[in-house]
Nanobody
Framework: QVQLVESGGGFVQAGGSLRLSCAAS?????MGWFRQAPGKEREFLAT????????YYADSVKGRFTISRDIANNTVYLQMNSLKAEDTAVYYC??????????????????WGQGTQVTVSS
């Protein structure tokens, strides 16, 4: 069982930046970020493979968000720049025990963090 602990959410004005962190208690094959806004389904944002560091992004955040990993500390980050009001959501870290064949599908991920709120004011 892998536990994920997220941090870094908060309140920011539009155009600002935040960095989310997710520390894993064990090694996984890939780690990613999703978000869920009120009344909407959970949305894939980005994934990074642990071994090769390959990254995948949703079109909605490509160019604004960057996912990275710290292998030594089993931690993944999501740097979010140029934030918009529509980025307001609860952000979840997720980890896959085996390499996800469809990295943007939430059921490919075995472990989830508790979620951290990001609020962007316009």
């Amino acid at each position: 069982q892998v536990q994920l602990v997220e941090s870094g959410g908060g309140f920011v004005q539009a155009g600002g930046s935040l960095r989310l962190s997710c520390a894993a208690s064990g090694r996984t094959s890939a780690m990613g970020w999703f978000r869920q806004a009120p009344g909407k389904e959970r949305e894939f944002l980005a994934t990074i493979t642990w071994g090769g560091g390959n990254t995948y992004y949703a079109d909605s955040v490509k160019g604004r968000f960057t996912i990275s990993r710290d292998i030594a500390n089993n931690t993944v980050y999501l740097q979010m720049n140029s934030l918009k009001a529509e980025d307001t959501a609860v952000y979840y870290c997720a980890a896959a025990g085996s390499y996800p064949s469809r990295y943007n599908y939430e059921w490919e991920y075995d472990y989830w963090g508790q979620g951290t709120q990001v609020t962007v004011s316009s």
